[in-house]
């Protein structure tokens, strides 16, 4: 088989800045170590995050120009609803600007105190949501799911047994909702297999509660489907995405993910009297219902994005070049959560440092040294992120899995950049051995890894 290229040409470049390791470590240290915190213009190759970072196509820039910014009834927002609907399937379309505006909209009105809300997992931002309405976000993923070495095809499956478990001990009257994450962003980009979906979808209808995607990823989550799933070879992409839909009531979208534009969201569902609460809602917070929080342009950006994302020989490329990093890694020993996801590869940091206690965040340790060996940013999905306090006795209590994650920005670079970062990778893997832990010496109540200052362990 011949190379599988990037399927685009290149027509406009935004130029990258380098910088010296000795500056580099000085950046570091003035943004407390904290990746987060540093100026973009101070990292070479930025895997912080795949949302909101696509390279739009010389298409949606058109649509850019075309929007209609009509603050109500848009043309450009009748393109948006019937891209989504096409795909998705249901009645009402909100646009929302972001994917945690279209969750907290919904668990507004779902959420509150003494509600459980089950996924496989709450990615953070539907988490901190959840919990902020008072309800509890509870994570109910299969056991495989829990092991990076592990190999499966589906390791981001809802554990089914676990949920009908979990249905009856509860109280079918205060579960308002179960979601599936599709795919499963926090356990390493898994994707979840058809077959799940149904399982999933047939015990919601069982006990009569409603099933809801965070459909971020849904067009990675339907390629993975087509290439490992039996009976789906032969499928469109298109055609499983909307089978994957037809299951559920509905969806909570980022747009800045598989929709290829920089901001975005939505709300899809079915319900008519949720949806006109969900609306209400938006106008108080986001705005009038044909633009919700966003501008014409987005909208029509969005719409272009989500014909895109469908397309074979894209999903082709984003897969194996996520892969492509993930094989390099490996062939040096690192350890990664294994098959490598859709969007990222993840490091597990458990096994890359096993000599620093999750109190000590191996994460961020390996976090700040690709920064300095190659001005790569990475991001901390473990103790730093996911953390919580002993309410009596102020221990950390620690997630199961300590991950670094390098997210791929879509169509953003190219295998020469991928191959420097597996470079960087595996440099500072050679010198795990002089890697130190760390301390946290600020943080904020909620979502703390956006703003936590760190130092060093002595
Ligand atoms: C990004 C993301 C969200 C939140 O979307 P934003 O657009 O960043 O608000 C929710 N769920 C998952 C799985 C995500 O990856």
């Given at each position: 088989m011949k190379t599988i290229i990037e399927p685009f040409k290149i027509k406009s470049v935004e130029p990258i800045r380098f910088t010296t390791k000795e500056e580099r470590?000085?950046?570091?240290?003035?943004?407390?170590?904290?990746?987060?915190?540093?100026?973009?213009?101070?990292?070479?190759?930025?895997?912080?995050?795949?949302?909101?970072?696509?390279?739009?196509?010389?298409?949606q820039w058109a649509g850019i120009m075309d929007g209609d910014e009509a603050y109500a009834g848009s043309k450009s927002f009748f393109r948006f609803e019937s891209a989504v609907r096409k795909i998705t399937g249901d009645k009402f379309i909100i646009p929302t600007h972001q994917g945690r505006a279209a969750e907290k909209i919904l668990f507004s009105i779902l959420g509150g105190p003494g509600?459980?809300?089950?996924?496989?997992?709450?990615?953070?931002?539907?988490?901190?949501?959840?919990?902020?309405?008072?309800?509890?976000?509870?994570?109910?993923?299969?056991?495989?799911?829990?092991?990076?070495?592990?190999?499966?095809?589906?390791?981001?499956n809802m554990d089914i047994e676990k949920l009908e478990n979990f249905i009856k001990e509860t109280g079918v009257e205060n579960i308002p909702l179960v979601m599936l994450t599709v795919t499963n962003n926090s356990g390493g980009g898994q994707p979840v297999s058809m077959q799940n979906v149904k399982d999933v979808s047939a015990l919601c209808k069982k006990y009569n509660i409603p099933l809801f995607f965070d459909a971020c990823r849904f067009a990675e989550n339907a390629y993975f489907i087509k290439k490992r799933e039996k009976g789906y070879e032969n499928k469109s992409v298109l055609e499983i995405c909307q089978e994957m839909f037809s299951y559920g009531d509905g969806a909570t979208m980022s747009a800045k993910k598989d929709a290829l534009v920089n901001i975005g969201g939505f709300l899809s569902l079915n319900d008519e009297e949720l949806a006109m609460k969900c609306r209400n809602l938006l106008i108080v917070t986001e705005g009038f219902p044909t633009y919700g929080g966003l501008a014409g342009r987005d909208l029509e950006a969005v719409a272009q994005g989500l014909e895109e994302v469908v397309d074979e020989h894209y999903l082709q490329y984003r897969i194996r070049s996520t892969e492509?990093?993930?094989e390099k890694v490996v062939a040096a020993g690192v350890p990664i959560i294994e098959p490598p996801g859709g969007h990222a590869i993840y490091i597990d940091a458990k096994r890359f440092l096993p000599n620093i206690s999750p109190s000590q965040y191996p994460g961020q340790s390996i976090v700040c040294e690709l920064y300095i060996e190659g001005g790569v940013r990475a991001v901390e999905i473990g103790s730093v992120m996911f953390g919580k306090y002993d309410k009596k006795t102020s221990e950390?209590?620690?997630?199961?899995?300590?991950?670094?994650?390098?997210?791929?920005?879509?169509?953003?670079?190219?295998q020469s950049h991928i191959d420097f970062v597996a470079e960087v990778v595996i440099e500072v893997y050679k010198n795990r051995d002089k890697l130190k832990g760390y301390e946290i010496t600020y943080e904020a109540p909620m979502l703390r890894h956006f703003t936590a200052k760190f130092k060093p362990v002595k």
């Open positions: 470590i000085k950046i570091l240290e003035k943004a407390g170590y904290n990746p987060f915190l540093i100026h973009a213009d101070d990292v070479l190759i930025d895997l912080l995050t795949d949302s909101g970072t696509s390279a739009m196509s010389s298409k509600k459980y809300i089950p996924n496989n997992t709450h990615f953070d931002t539907t988490r901190a949501n959840i919990e902020f309405s008072g309800a509890e976000a509870v994570d109910l993923l299969c056991e495989v799911g829990k092991h990076p070495e592990q190999k499966a095809d589906f390791k981001g492509y990093l993930g950390l209590i620690s997630p199961p899995m300590e991950l670094v994650r390098l997210a791929i920005p879509r169509r953003v670079y190219t």
